[in-house]
């Protein structure tokens, strides 16, 4: 186990929860919908080889909810940024799910920041035949059951789902609903300039999907594909939404061999 | 023939002076709406209402109703709501939308909503036109002209996917997006009300129209454009396999009926101070036609179209500097005794042929009980009439067409 | 002291049992609208404006309608549509909206302009109520629902200067911009319509109300409950230097009367439907995540102890959610309520559920005859 702080980050008055940890290159890991869950299994690993960046973006956690941060391009245009704030540049990146779609704004915004730039499961893209799943109107419980395909096979599900949760907890989820609720209401989940915009990203990018994800289809991995140029798709056999949290050897492997 | 009538329910208790000394010196948009007294309004609602009420009872087969912003030529800011009025108040007539601007909602779904309210109310009796509104409409609204056909298209494939498709559903387009589209209330009429598109002849609604056999009606354009204008939604409708018929189109005239040709010259001289406002003070382009708001002049169907209505003397705005007379000589208008109105008609409808006839009995300053005399004299002369031209012609209208087919 | 009492009817569709809503999640939003006939329909509408027109004969003093979407219980999805028809076809009651619902609303000066043609139309009848919407109107109309709020008070705020101020003039706020508010029309009522706010129990809706000293009408509220929320409309009143008199307060409730307390009890056993599958649903669709401030979270919990549609009949009738009775027995509850709560308006459900066209119409005479008159004194 990699030891992590926990570190505040200034940005412009705007204070960023950030769990820090490992050494090596800068890598930036920035979470989905639901939020921060912590240093799990995967990031440990991540960690033994990069010196990760894992903040709770603005709104989500402990980090502030500036009144004028409404949407995902404002969130792209806040991590450039914090980004300056470290002294980061040309770094590497994983974005997981609405937290790809942070990526693919920051990375189409400015192409200095990142060196290479994973997404994993990724909203952002509006699927031709699929639809993004609907996470608003079903009950947070209804929520995770369709993030795995098989719980069983998560080997941290219990200690992150299975728990009582706290009073203080269960605040910070509900506050962490209603920020996603702020930046994906309207159109959800996706912006329909995404694709144009990603045309002029030239740095190596991979995108890894859960090949039974029934949140993201795997087509929004193929529609990134035909947007960024020179960028691959690996697919998760029998893995949902958070391979992650569901298949995490593979997708150490997966994340490993593409960040090296 | 299916005759509708209309007015456009000016408001004219100001001054030509308040309108020049306005901003832009516009009737519309910016003329100040504290130039506006509720207490005329209130009589003349309530006077337009018992117009339109009557209309049932003379005999006309559609009570046709428009609707425009911020400008006293048109007291119908939210037809919808007079529609309702009209649905529960009369039992036959049809109630013709003409039409609700879709560009300028933002929630579709409430018009798909509204106009199947008013279809149960009226026990089916609405035809719903879709209308992209003028410049102004987009500027009232504060919606970007640019985006104005875009919208125009897409909210109407929304609202008829909602008439049409059971719900739940979802709906993400460019600019609409709905993730429950399931409103309970449905329109009484099956698959959903007609729909009509009314216009200026613009290439690109004429060929949409046609090609979703819609009826076009022609806003008081001149014969030679109407024609043209015939040809190119004939020609889409053969793309799209079938031969269009006068039910297909419709043909809105001023026509304005007294007991004398003299008492009909003096008291028609209310289309002068209607649409164009008191003293006809023309109108800023930018206010009617927004950057943006025209299409590519690139297309020569285009770029003849707007010629062709910048041109026009007789034309909406351009009335704004003919004279009287001018425009009596050109048969646009037709105004007189029910003879000389029957006369000219006759000349009118052989050339154009339209199935719908928008019969524009009154505007501007013209009293309500000259109004109410032009009806009465419609429906006992006029109308019928009207009738056996139509008859004569083989003026077939949508809804005889219908009857045919089934 | 006198008392307005109005006639209210949500229109409800109501051929939907309970087998078959036992199936979905909700009669509300996602319930498929393939259920729907129109034809039923039609013939509803019919009936309930007949009724609305009957209420103004029969001695109502307003009548109140309201608007829903995606669901049966509500068959008016514009309530300035059948304002419209009020305004035009009766010519004495005041038409009680409550109401439009802002945050839903894309264009504030259009529904300044619709709200001010009806009260045009109606010679300056128009009591104007704007609400916020349940979380079901969010999703209907797509709205985010963390800005519900927000947007309740900027579009208040942009008709209210549509009415009061000239045309044209600018607008550039949050949520709304124009470059040129200018409608032509203009409410009769000056400087504009009476404006109402209903509420179950929001702290900042009290206080917004009193801010701006409008009517607040509390719905479907345990009388306790609305003895604290007056109470403190008129202690914020008083702190701010003015005295709240009845007319600042309305109590929302269903009522029906029978010639006999007990044909009244069977016939009114219809208003158990409005009570039942109408107000059952996730929480997802009630209050979507970001709808409810933490405050607003607070006073939701502490508004009932028992959901309604839990309650039996006699429950709903010893809460005062429902007074059934033959003339005596209604006046009796109510006059119990009118001076228990100092209010100048009582908004009557008569019509509720599958309650008959008969049995509704004898209920608006026996109230217009008998009910009303003694609620005068």
């Given at each position: 186990m990699v030891a992590f702080t926990e570190e505040i980050v200034d940005v412009g008055g705007t204070k960023v929860h950030t769990l820090k940890g490992g050494s090596g290159e800068p890598l930036l890991l920035l979470h989905g919908a639901g939020g921060n869950n912590g240093w799990l299994k995967s990031i440990d690993a991540l960690a033994e080889k990069y010196t990760v960046y894992y903040p709770s973006h603005p709104g989500y956690g402990k980090s502030d909810r500036p009144d004028w941060l409404e949407t995902i391009p404002d969130m792209a245009c806040f991590y450039n940024w914090y980004l300056e704030t470290l002294g980061l540049e040309g770094i590497r990146t994983i974005g997981f799910s609405m937290g790809g779609w942070i990526a693919s704004e920051i990375a189409a915004m400015c192409n200095h920041s990142f060196s290479k730039m994973m997404l994993v499961g990724a909203v952002g893209i509006k699927p031709n035949e699929g639809e993004i799943a609907d996470l608003f109107i079903i009950s947070p419980a209804q929520v995770l059951d369709l993030m795995f395909h098989d719980p069983a096979q998560a080997p941290e599900y219990q200690a992150v789902y299975g728990r009582e949760f706290t009073p203080e907890e269960m605040m910070t989820a509900e506050g962490n609903r209603e920020m996603a609720v702020r930046l994906c209401w309207k159109p959800y989940m996706h912006d329909p300039r995404l694709s144009s915009l990603l045309q002029r990203v030239n740095m190596p990018t991979r995108m890894v999907w859960g090949r039974n994800d029934q949140i993201v289809p795997v087509e929004c991995g193929e529609l990134y594909k035909k947007a960024i140029r020179g960028s691959d798709l690996v697919v998760i056999d029998n893995c949902g939404h958070s391979p992650q949290v569901e298949k995490p050897d593979e997708f150490i492997k997966t994340a490993l061999d593409f960040l090296a | 023939m299916f005759l509708m009538r209309f007015t456009e329910r000016a408001y004219t208790t100001y001054t030509e002076e308040a309108v020049r000394n306005s901003p832009n010196e516009a009737v519309r948009l910016t003329f100040s709406n504290s130039n506006f007294d509720p207490k005329v309004g209130a009589r003349q609602y309530n006077e337009y209402l018992d117009e339109y009420e009557y209309c049932e009872e003379a005999g006309f087969d559609g009570l046709m109703l428009n609707e425009h912003h911020n400008t006293p030529t048109c007291l119908g800011a939210t037809m919808n709501l007079e529609a309702a009025i009209l649905a529960r108040s009369t039992k036959k007539p049809k109630i013709v939308l003409m039409g609700n601007p879709l560009p300028t909602f933002e929630n579709p779904l409430r018009v798909a909503e509204e106009i199947a309210e008013i279809d149960m109310i009226s026990n089916g009796r609405v035809v719903s036109g879709f209308v992209r509104g003028t410049g102004v409409e987009s500027l009232a609204a504060n919606i970007n002209p640019l985006h104005n056909r875009e919208r125009f298209e897409e909210a109407h494939d929304l609202i008829i996917k909602t008439w049409t498709t059971p719900g739940p559903f979802r709906w993400e387009g460019k600019h609409y997006h709905f993730r429950v589209v399931n409103p309970f209330q449905m329109p009484l009429q099956k698959p959903h009300p007609p729909v009509w598109i009314p216009g200026l002849g613009s290439p690109q609604t004429l060929v949409w129209a046609a090609e979703r056999g819609y009826p076009y009606i022609y806003l008081e354009t001149d014969p030679q454009g109407t024609q043209d204008m015939i040809d190119i939604y004939t020609e889409a409708a053969r793309e799209s396999g079938y031969e269009p018929g006068p039910e297909n189109f419709g043909y809105l005239c001023r026509i304005h009926v007294q007991d004398t040709d003299e008492k009909a010259y003096e008291?028609?001289?209310?289309?002068?101070?209607?649409?164009?406002?008191?003293?006809?003070?023309?109108?800023?382009?930018?206010?009617?036609?927004?950057?943006?708001?025209?299409?590519?002049?690139?297309?020569?169907?285009?770029?003849?179209?707007?010629?062709?209505?910048?041109?026009?003397?007789?034309?909406?705005?351009?009335?704004?500097?003919?004279?009287?007379?001018?425009?009596?000589?050109?048969?646009?208008?037709?105004?007189?005794?029910?003879?000389?109105?029957?006369?000219?008609?006759r000349e009118t409808l052989s050339v154009i042929r339209p199935g719908i006839l928008g019969v524009w009995t009154n505007d501007g300053d013209t009293t309500h009980a000259d109004t109410m005399r032009c009806l009465e004299l419609m429906g006992q002369e006029v109308l019928p009439a009207i009738r056996e031209i139509g008859a004569e012609l083989e003026l077939t209208d949508p809804f005889q067409k219908m009857a045919q087919t089934v | 002291m006198s008392l307005d009492v109005y006639y209210f009817t949500e229109m409800p569709y109501h051929y939907i049992d309970d087998e078959l809503a036992e199936q979905w999640p909700s009669l509300r939003l996602t319930f498929p609208n393939s259920y729907f006939d129109p034809n039923k329909a039609t013939d509803l509408f019919k009936r309930y404006l007949d009724e609305f027109q009957y209420a103004e004969e029969?001695?109502?003093?307003?009548?109140?309608?309201?608007?829903?979407?995606?669901?049966?219980?509500?068959?008016?999805?514009?309530?300035?549509?059948?304002?419209?028809?009020?305004?035009?076809?009766?010519?004495?009651?005041?038409?009680?909206?409550?109401?439009?619902?802002?945050?839903?609303?894309?264009?504030?000066?259009?529904?300044?302009?619709?709200?001010?043609?009806?009260?045009?139309?109606?010679?300056?009848?128009?009591?104007?109520?704007?609400?916020?919407?349940?979380?079901?109107?969010?999703?209907?109309?797509?709205?985010?629902?963390?800005?519900?709020?927000?947007?309740?008070?900027?579009?208040h705020d942009l008709i209210i200067k549509t009415w009061a101020t000239p045309g044209p003039f600018r607008w550039e706020g949050k949520h709304y911009q124009y470059r040129a508010v200018n409608p032509w029309m203009l409410p009769v009522q000056k400087p504009h319509p009476p404006v109402w706010v209903p509420g179950t129990g929001s702290?900042?809706?009290?206080?917004?109300?009193?801010?701006?000293?409008?009517?607040?009408?509390?719905?479907l509220t345990e009388l306790t409950r609305a003895k604290q929320l007056f109470g403190s409309y008129r202690e914020q009143a008083r702190a701010a230097g003015w005295e709240a008199g009845p007319d600042k307060f309305a109590f929302m409730i269903c009522a029906h009367a029978n010639e006999t307390d007990e044909k009244a009890q069977e016939s009114g056993k219809a208003f158990m439907w409005r009570m039942g599958h109408p107000l059952k649903g996730p929480r997802e669709y009630w209050a979507p995540p970001g709808y409810f401030s933490q405050a607003g979270v607070a006073a939701n919990a502490a508004r009932r102890q028992?959901?309604?549609?839990?309650?039996?009949?006699?429950?709903?009738?010893?809460?005062?959610?429902?007074?059934?009775?033959?003339?005596?027995?209604?006046?009796?509850?109510?006059?119990?309520?009118?001076?228990?709560?100092g209010i100048g308006s009582l908004l009557l459900e008569t019509q509720g559920g599958p309650l008959s066209h008969e049995d509704t119409m004898r209920s608006i005479k026996l109230m217009g005859e008998e009910v009303i008159p003694a609620l005068q004194d």
């Open positions: - | 008291s028609a001289k209310g289309f002068l101070t209607g649409n164009v406002g008191v003293g006809r003070v023309p109108m800023p382009k930018d206010y009617m036609l927004p950057v943006g708001y025209g299409g590519s002049k690139a297309d020569p169907r285009v770029a003849k179209y707007q010629g062709r209505i910048r041109k026009d003397p007789f034309l909406g705005l351009g009335l704004e500097t003919a004279s009287y007379d001018q425009i009596l000589d050109s048969n646009r208008w037709i105004v007189g005794s029910p003879e000389t109105v029957i006369r000219k008609l | 029969a001695g109502f003093q307003g009548l109140m309608i309201n608007e829903h979407h995606n669901t049966p219980s509500c068959m008016d999805v514009e309530v300035n549509i059948t304002g419209g028809i009020l305004s035009r076809l009766t010519s004495k009651v005041k038409i009680l909206m409550l109401g439009n619902m802002l945050p839903t609303s894309d264009n504030p000066p259009r529904l300044a302009e619709e709200i001010a043609m009806l009260d045009v139309i109606s010679g300056g009848r128009i009591v104007s109520g704007f609400v916020r919407g349940i979380g079901v109107e969010s999703w209907a109309n797509n709205t985010n629902p963390v800005y519900n709020r927000e947007r309740f008070e900027e579009c702290p900042e809706t009290v206080e917004w109300a009193v801010k701006h000293r409008y009517t607040y009408a509390a719905f028992k959901p309604m549609n839990e309650m039996t009949y006699e429950e709903l009738q010893d809460h005062n959610h429902l007074v059934v009775g033959s003339p005596d027995t209604v006046i009796k509850k109510l006059r119990h309520i009118k001076e228990e709560l």
